[in-house]
């Protein structure tokens, strides 16, 4: 609502009804339109004939009826043209003048059926429809194409044709029907032109100033104005909104960007069946949020071996059109992504953010006979913004029999789904929803914790580097190999690759191996071995090996959950960063783990400082006694905990 409409009533209206006199006198702001007056004070004085629409001022309202953005009020003009059969849309935004003093006209040219003079009359007046509540398309009230027109713009044209050159055109202007004096305002019959008027045939043929301008091809719908008549094609229809004054954004540029990401999402099963949109010339696009399909835009990006999520789960629910009634339901499909996690979990940050959009709020949509409604987190479905949710996906399909149920209203600015609807969504099967996504949020922690490996690939580990720190400074130094001669040095790199081939990990390359048993004093080998001791070590060319049994009881009871946990909360506080108290559950937990590994890597180091320079045959075994008594010892205590 502008400033004006809430100032106080001027002297000239009122200054309120005076006590004990009938409330005649209205109290209007001043920008009430002059002929609604008219009308409204006829009827107070003389008892006149009064519409149920006040058109005058009503228009005005209407202007009101919300639309998320400039891009949602356009949308309504591409419904329309997609119903009416369109395989090409053109949207515009040209901007002109000096800034400061910019204008900025919007268009949305269809080549859909367009409509008979006598059928475009009715479509401009409000509640005028030919599919008046008809729920298998995507118009139902008759209001889209005037109140999303007039939520931009004060005056709106409209032209259709259904011959080559024949163009008709309506015109609805909130502020000369502000102005009308009759009680009833009838509309004009259609006028007829043979030739577009120059704004509107300029916006065709010359090419628009776009910010991205030379990095992507334009395609004019006519690049000479006498190709125009041609080229629009058998039959169409264009909405043309001159002088926007309610935009989302200040340029065209921007307003162009937006409705370029956004149509391409909401249109995107419309495009991949070939239907043709364009924004400012640029072709639309599709993008999957879900990325299932194979046409949409994200298969393009660089540096992706896997283009497809993998489909989890796809079900129907029947759910009732409306509360308590149950013997008339409407079918609702759900189905569930997983995105590629493994192939784009290691990709680069910027490219999952900025290229593939996977960090946009994008985990839940909503299709309406085919065109998404509604797209982000759903509180409803307990389906909230969190770092593991950006890898999963859910599409909700239904028809416009459910739009009670998801409580889509006439301006379709997304989705408002009833409790009896999250109910029966939530409950269908056993509960399939929850079990399906715990099962989903369950393989992508999996599938990250695998990633956390990977990128381990090569690296010595954090207590291995807490032990090498602080070789230096222990008491007794250990013996290292010579490397006087080159033949020595050759000899010495010959064994560590041999030792490198034994301990490379399964994530590892041979080279990454070979370069961190190089650089490593310490090196850990994990490996399963039923019956033997929880550890092992072995110096061999000053390198210290410790051999952790995966098979041990403590391994997997005490070591393996702490290294979860580790991981787990780290990620935690990653997601959550600011709070910090997963901050500090993820460090103690951390650094429980390094010290139980150091535990371990004390062990053996002392063990081979007590051997070394000594005959080690009798030592060594009673050291191999000790650990494998320790670990039987353990390994019983450790049987109920
Ligand atoms: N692009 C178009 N092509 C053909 N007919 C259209 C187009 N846009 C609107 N119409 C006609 O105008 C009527 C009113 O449109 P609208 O106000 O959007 O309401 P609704 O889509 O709910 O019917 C439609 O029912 C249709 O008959
Ligand atoms: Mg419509």
Redesign the pocket.
């Known amino acids: 609502m502008s400033e004006a409409n809430v100032q106080q009533p001027t002297t000239e209206t009122a200054q309120g009804p005076e006590p004990g006199a009938p409330d005649l006198v209205p109290q209007w702001g001043v920008n009430t339109p002059r002929g609604g007056k008219t009308v409204v004070n006829r009827s107070l004085k003389e008892d006149a004939r009064v519409p149920l629409f006040l058109g005058q001022t009503l228009i005005n309202s209407l202007r009101d009826l919300g639309y998320n953005s400039t891009t949602s009020a356009l949308c309504?003009h591409v419904d329309?043209?997609l119903?009416?059969g369109a395989t090409e849309v053109r949207v515009y935004f040209r901007q002109t003048g000096k800034q400061g003093n910019q204008r900025i006209d919007a268009m949305v040219y269809?080549n859909?059926?367009?409509?008979a003079p006598r059928?475009l009359k009715v479509?401009i007046a409000f509640g005028?429809?030919?599919?008046y509540d008809n729920r298998s398309g995507i118009?139902?009230?008759?209001?889209?194409?005037?109140t999303a027109a007039l939520n931009i713009t004060r005056c709106v044209d409209v032209y259709s044709w259904q011959e080559p050159g024949a163009f008709y055109s309506m015109t609805l202007d909130v502020d000369k029907i502000g102005q009308d004096r009759n009680n009833m305002i009838e509309l004009p019959d259609p006028e007829f032109t043979d030739a577009l008027p120059s704004e509107v045939a300029e916006m065709f043929t010359k090419p628009m100033d776009y910010a991205k301008k030379g990095r992507d091809s334009h395609e004019l719908l006519a690049d000479e104005s006498h190709k125009l008549t041609e080229q629009l094609g058998r039959s169409g229809?264009i909405v043309y909104m001159p002088k926007c004054d309610r935009l989302t954004f200040k340029t065209a540029a921007t307003l162009a960007d937006h409705a370029l990401k956004d149509m391409g999402r909401i249109y995107r099963k419309f495009i991949d069946k070939g239907v043709r949109v364009y924004v400012n010339n640029r072709l639309v696009e599709a993008f999957d949020p879900t990325y299932w399909m194979p046409s949409a835009r994200h298969v393009k990006v660089v540096g992706l071996t896997e283009t497809k999520s993998a489909l989890v789960d796809s079900w129907t629910v029947q759910i009732p059109v409306a509360e308590g009634q149950l013997f008339t339901t409407t079918e609702v499909r759900i189905r569930m992504f997983l995105l590629p996690v493994h192939d784009w979990g290691s990709l680069p940050r910027v490219t999952l953010k900025n290229s593939l959009h996977v960090f946009d709020d994008h985990m839940v949509s909503y299709l309406r006979n085919e065109r998404e409604v509604e797209i982000g987190a759903e509180p409803r479905l307990k389906l909230k913004k969190h770092s593991t949710n950006a890898w999963l996906r859910v599409q909700i399909e239904f028809t416009g029999d459910a739009d009670e149920a998801f409580g889509v209203a006439a301006n379709k600015q997304g989705v408002r789904l009833q409790q009896f609807a999250v109910d029966w969504i939530l409950e269908h099967d056993d509960c399939r929803f929850q079990r399906t996504i715990t099962n989903i949020r369950k393989m992508i922690r999996e599938r990250q914790l695998k990633i956390a490996v990977a990128e381990q690939a090569g690296q010595t580990n954090e207590a291995e580097r807490h032990a090498m720190d602080t070789e230096g400074v222990q008491g007794v130094a250990l013996p290292t190999p010579p490397t006087d001669t080159d033949e020595q040095k050759a000899a010495l790199e010959a064994n560590l690759r041999g030792l490198a081939v034994s301990l490379r990990q399964e994530e590892e390359t041979e080279e990454q191996a070979f370069n961190r048993v190089k650089e490593s004093k310490y090196l850990t080998e994990f490996k399963p071995q039923e019956y033997a001791p929880f550890y092992d070590t072995e110096y061999k060319f000053g390198k210290l090996i410790l051999r952790v049994n995966t098979a041990h009881r403590f391994y997997q009871k005490v070591w393996q959950p702490l290294g979860d946990l580790a991981k787990k909360t780290n990620q935690m506080g990653e997601a959550e960063s600011g709070e910090g108290a997963g901050d500090d559950v993820a460090d103690t937990t951390r650094k429980a783990l390094v010290g139980l590994k150091l535990l371990l890597l004390s062990l053996a180091r002392a063990q081979t400082q007590m051997l070394s320079g000594s005959a080690q045959g009798e030592e060594n075994q009673l050291f191999r006694n000790l650990r494998k008594a320790w670990s039987d010892v353990l390994e019983t205590q450790l049987l109920h905990v």
């Open positions: 309504e329309n043209a119903q009416w269809d859909g059926k367009g409509m059928v479509a005028g429809s030919m599919v118009g139902r009230y008759g209001m889209g194409m005037k229809t």
